[in-house]
């Protein structure tokens, strides 16, 4: 048995290697770390990948070629070449790379996360953009963010006035992640799963247990992914990916169902996502397996982005109580002590505005964006490109480049009052929503969200880290992964400073 699978390993290797031998005579290829047969640069790169690759590109230069297995990779690591990727080639890079995780989960692009570009793209695209993310809709569903934000404050107030946590930090992630949760699930299914004492209904329970066994399966084929012949050593658990599919249009269906009999009997529709897909079902042609696949998109894109935005722009803060401090002069002086922060203010907040987006400039969510698939030969920064590579805009280090920015590392929110960046896609020097074709549609919503926390969190308290830890000893290294989690936690301690009434929610039911 043992020689069979030798001489099957030693084939597959010749074969790669003499594809990337005529990949490198046919093609001018970015330079890049030496990969090894078989498994490429995978043993090379650091558990931090968005860091590998700008330590990478010091030595390389701005772009470079990473190979995962067999596959290509492109890293491009500055504004120009971002632009040049996300613009100038915009169309023959706009494809998206699935893992045999995201194909089953997305039932192969019938959503718009995972969709190759072309005409269901565009059609659902539009949708988004026209439909669930219009100025109109986002006003509408407004009270929903400012309840839950307010549902936020309220749970830090009586966890840190309680006699047994005077003076104690509290795990921040947890009241972020409650808002990420309970918005994310109101703004798509018009559901708060969690009652006012926290306790969790039984589709809630249903609906965490089918995101955790997501990530579980997603997260369970990461190297046989990039090396064919691994991939009948580790077959897809089919029957495991059909339960979970199952499990979640199960869910997904009676949520739907409940929203159409509640239409039936009032004889309109809500703003929730739900609603506006089921309306606007047979207008746009959208099947039920993109409608389902556009809900858990919005689920998947909104649940933790927020949160870990918003755990880091904290950090910062703390880091930094000049600019916390400054932050706090503003809102005093705009809202003042007798009344909470609401989303109109925002225009009258150029600092806090200005702290989001030095949170967003020095931690994007997702660091290096997802992949963009060629599917045809192009050329970026004088390099080919070949149909059927990745490329990765790494805007972590583009948003860090010296070049362009000042103190690139300082975390300075004033270089916002001094020079207007636009984040949305159409300045590549800051990218945390992507640009182009595939720029995040939800842009506005996530920037009015962590920009609405993060004020109620400054103007209601002051924050101290630990007893006993100095501000600049926080830990303010990242998690491996997609996106960039603490890997610490934050710990910190609020002091609340404001009158006892402003402290309560008032609940709002859409």
Same mark, same amino acid.
């Given at each position: ?25 046919? *093609? ?58 996300? +613009? ?76 047994? @946590? ?22 798509? *299914?018009?559901?708060?799963?969690? @009652? ?10 249903? *609906? ?168 045809? @030969? ?54 945390? *929503? ?13 920037? @009015? ?54 402290? +309560? ?6």
């Amino acid at each position: 048995m043992a020689l069979p699978l030798l001489i099957l390993a030693l084939t597959f290797a010749s074969i790669l290697l003499a594809r990337h031998l005529f990949q490198k005579l046919r *093609f001018k290829l970015p330079p890049g770390p030496r990969p090894w047969p078989i498994v490429g640069n995978l043993y090379d790169i650091k558990p931090v990948r968005f860091r590998c690759f700008s330590e990478w590109s010091q030595a390389y230069g701005p772009i470079i070629s990473v190979w995962f297995g067999s596959t290509l990779n492109v890293i491009v690591s500055n504004s120009e070449l971002a632009k040049e990727v996300l +613009k100038e080639n915009d169309q023959q890079l706009a494809d998206r790379h699935r893992s045999r995780s995201a194909a089953k989960f997305s039932r192969e692009g019938k959503d718009l996360i995972w969709a190759d570009y072309g005409p269901h793209y565009v059609k659902v695209r539009k949708v988004c953009t026209l439909e669930l993310f219009s100025p109109k809709r986002l006003e509408a569903l407004r009270p929903i963010r400012e309840d839950e934000v307010t549902a936020m404050v309220e749970s830090v107030f009586k966890d840190c006035a309680s006699p047994d @946590n005077l003076g104690k930090s509290l795990l921040v992630k947890k009241y972020l992640g409650a808002v990420a949760f309970n918005n994310i699930t109101r703004l798509a *299914f018009g559901k708060r799963f969690v @009652n006012s004492e926290g306790l969790m209904d039984e589709q809630g329970q249903e *609906f965490k247990a089918i995101v955790s066994n997501g990530l579980k399966l997603g997260a369970s084929l990461a190297m046989a992914e990039h090396i064919p012949w691994l991939r009948w050593l580790f077959p897809l658990e089919e029957e495991a990916f059909a339960k979970h599919g199952a499990r979640r249009d199960r869910l997904t269906r009676a949520i739907m169902e409940e929203h159409t009999l509640a239409r039936q009997k009032s004889g309109g529709a809500k703003q929730h996502f739900v609603d506006a897909l089921l309306t606007l079902q047979e207008q746009y042609d959208l099947s039920e397996d993109t409608i389902i696949g556009l809900l858990w998109d919005m689920i998947t894109a909104g649940m933790d982005t927020t949160a870990i935005t918003v755990e880091w722009a904290m950090a910062e803060l703390i880091k930094n109580p000049g600019v916390q401090e400054k932050a706090q002069e503003e809102l005093d002086r705009v809202i003042g002590c007798e009344r909470v922060l609401t989303e109109s203010d925002f225009s009258n907040l150029p600092y806090l505005q200005s702290v989001a987006k030095e949170a967003l400039r020095l931690h994007p969510p997702t660091p290096l964006m997802l992949p963009h698939r060629a599917n045809a @030969n192009v050329k970026v920064g004088g390099y080919d490109i070949p149909k059927g590579s990745n490329v990765h805009v790494n805007v972590w280090a583009v948003a860090r480049d010296s070049a362009v920015w000042e103190n690139p590392t300082e975390f300075r929110p004033e270089r916002f009052l001094e020079v207007d960046v636009d984040m949305k896609g159409h300045d590549f020097r800051l990218l945390p *929503f992507g640009a182009g074709r595939r720029v995040c549609p939800g842009a506005q919503l996530g920037i @009015n969200l962590v920009t609405s926390m993060l004020g109620h969190l400054l103007h209601h308290f002051s924050w101290a880290p630990p007893s006993g830890l100095k501000p600049e000893e926080i830990d303010m290294a990242e998690n491996p992964g997609l996106v960039t989690y603490m890997r610490t936690a934050l710990q910190a301690v609020p002091t609340p400073r404001l009158p006892t009434h402003l402290y +309560k929610r008032v609940a709002v039911d859409m």
